[in-house]
């Protein structure tokens, strides 16, 4: 019965948090022979892992370039190749949703896909997401250090074009149906190689996705034939439609042919994500775009391999999620060794226990001076419902014996990460865990929801007014049974009902300037509730 009504819950939980590609591509291959040429005394390590600020995975630290071939299927490979360069910032590379998952959609139509690893800025963590929402919030720093990285990408850019038309015969591919495709900085890449290359290294057609295209990469539209398809959501986060428009008008004023869809709702990031939004069909008019200019065919086997790729990509989504569904959904042995590590507080150690989800984990990765030589214990996680947090309620909490817990929970669940709720149920969820711990001698702190305007992975909700109406239940349920309303709303709202410009850089998760003002509103909650803990 429990399998059969979360089931469906649980499936878009996962098949959204787990989109990391289990395909491998069939080869690896370095631009450059030795050390890429003017980074040569980098010596640090590439590496890849699961951004929970992103949810998704992500490639960082690229020192050496590379391409991830992805060869089409001989029965159907039609002689066209693209170049795809995944966005980041900079920072990080989006290698799935902007990469490997374009790359085995392309291969399903006949086109032989190259995911372009291109050099990136130093991460000094293992979080470059966070690095560069950091860098977003303070653009001259980031012009500053982005400037020389775009430079090199560029020449990764250019590298790999040389690299596809020179071995063209080897891949069965027509060296004048070679294009290149890119996100965000990706597009950035992908731009800065049409304006600034030579026959050799100038792809056949481009294709600039929600791209940055800053005037210091070039304007030069080459006199070559030279299509290009342009996309980007109107609700972009980024405010990067300008960038495209850019580019559409430069391509129109010389008469380049060009085609331009500005999506009314999708955000910045779409990528190859399903977000039941507008920009959901871009790929599709991508391919019609194709198929239009005769890069793509539509017959009868090309038809066949797509419904084979699609039919696989529903059984590893379904193994992703039986695996998550029976080994630990809830993350409840995220922190099993820090727990047995911690053991019981001394008599003298009031301890304060934070509950929640990325506002809380976030919290402690940017500003850990707040916790050090304080008895304060974060457990929150990234990408957690109040559902989830419930679960491991009493492993997180309660078994720690903490005098006063801290619960910030709910707007993942308006964001429809575990799939559709209710104001309704949020609230219940989270009054168990506060009963939970009121049963245990814990004094309860109740956060409001942080105020959201949209969710950049999930777009289009409109969750103002459900968060409003959460926190009011939570306001009048701590008035009645004597808890500790904590309100960050009112102290961080803007006119729309979401979060002011100047606290975040995604309109959900605060900067350090959001984190320095719900400091004090805590610090106060936290006295009152141990004040009352005597």
């Known amino acids: 019965m429990f399998k059969q009504i979360f089931a469906p819950i649980l499936c878009l939980f996962f098949s959204f948090l787990l989109q990391v590609s289990t395909s491998i591509a069939q080869q690896a291959i370095p631009l450059y022979k030795g050390k890429a040429p003017g980074s040569e005394s980098w010596n640090w390590s590439e590496k890849e892992n699961f951004s929970k600020l992103f949810n998704t995975q992500v490639v960082f630290n690229v020192v050496d370039p590379s391409l991830l071939v992805f060869k089409a299927p001989a029965s159907i490979a039609n002689g066209t190749a693209i170049i795809i360069a995944p966005g980041g910032g900079f920072q990080a590379l989006s290698i799935n949703s902007e990469g490997i998952d374009l790359a085995k959609w392309l291969n399903a139509r006949g086109v032989t896909a190259f995911v372009l690893k291109y050099r990136l800025a130093k991460s000094n963590t293992d979080d470059p997401a966070k690095e560069m929402m950091e860098k977003v919030g303070n653009p001259s720093k980031m012009e500053v250090e982005n400037g020389p990285i775009i430079k090199l990408a560029m020449k990764d850019g250019q590298a790999a074009v040389q690299y596809v038309r020179s071995h063209a015969r080897e891949y069965g591919i027509d060296p004048n149906k070679i294009g290149f495709i890119g996100f965000s900085a990706g597009g950035t890449v992908a731009m800065s190689v049409v304006y600034n290359s030579e026959e050799s290294s100038l792809p056949d057609f481009v294709a600039p996705i929600y791209a940055y295209a800053p005037m210091s990469i070039g304007t030069a539209v080459p006199t070559k034939n030279m299509p290009a398809f342009i996309a980007v959501a109107s609700d972009d986060q980024m405010q990067l439609v300008p960038h495209s428009l850019d580019i559409y008008s430069r391509w129109q004023a010389l008469k380049q042919p060009a085609e331009l869809h500005v999506y009314e709702k999708g955000g910045h990031g779409f990528g190859m994500k399903k977000l039941q939004m507008p920009t959901d069909k871009w790929v599709d008019d991508f391919g019609d775009w194709l198929l239009q200019r005769g890069l793509i ?4 086997s ?48 009031k301890r304060v226990v934070f509950m929640g989800n990325s506002i809380t984990e976030g ?169 009352k803990a005597q």
């Open 297 to 300: 065919k539509n017959n009868p």
């Open 363 to 531: 919290w402690i990765n940017m500003l850990p001076q707040f916790f050090e030589g304080r008895p304060y214990i974060n457990r929150g996680i990234g990408g957690q419902t109040t559902s989830q947090m419930l679960v491991r309620f009493k492993q997180d909490v309660v078994d720690l014996k903490p005098t006063v817990v801290v619960i910030l929970g709910g707007t993942n669940d308006i964001a429809g990460n575990t799939g559709p709720t209710t104001v309704e149920m949020i609230f219940e969820n989270l009054v168990s865990m506060a009963e939970l711990a009121r049963a245990n001698k814990i004094q309860v702190i109740l956060s409001s929801v942080l105020p959201v305007y949209d969710y950049p992975w999930n777009p289009g909700l409109k969750p103002a007014e459900k968060i409003m109406a959460l926190n009011d239940k939570l306001r009048n349920w701590c008035a009645a049974n004597n808890a500790i309303y904590l309100d960050y709303f009112s102290a961080m709202v803007d006119e729309r009902n979401g979060l002011k410009a100047s606290l975040t850089n995604d309109g959900v998760h605060p900067t350090v300037a959001g984190y320095k003002v719900m400091e004090p509103l805590l610090e106060k909650a936290i006295s009152e509730a141990l004040r």
């Open 302 to 349: 090309e038809k066949s391999a797509i419904v084979s790729a699609q039919s696989t990509k529903e059984q590893e989504d379904h193994q992703k999620w039986e695996f998550a569904f029976h080994n630990d959904w809830a993350n409840i042995n995220r922190f099993t060794a820090e727990n047995k590590k911690l053991g019981p507080p001394s008599s003298r150690d």
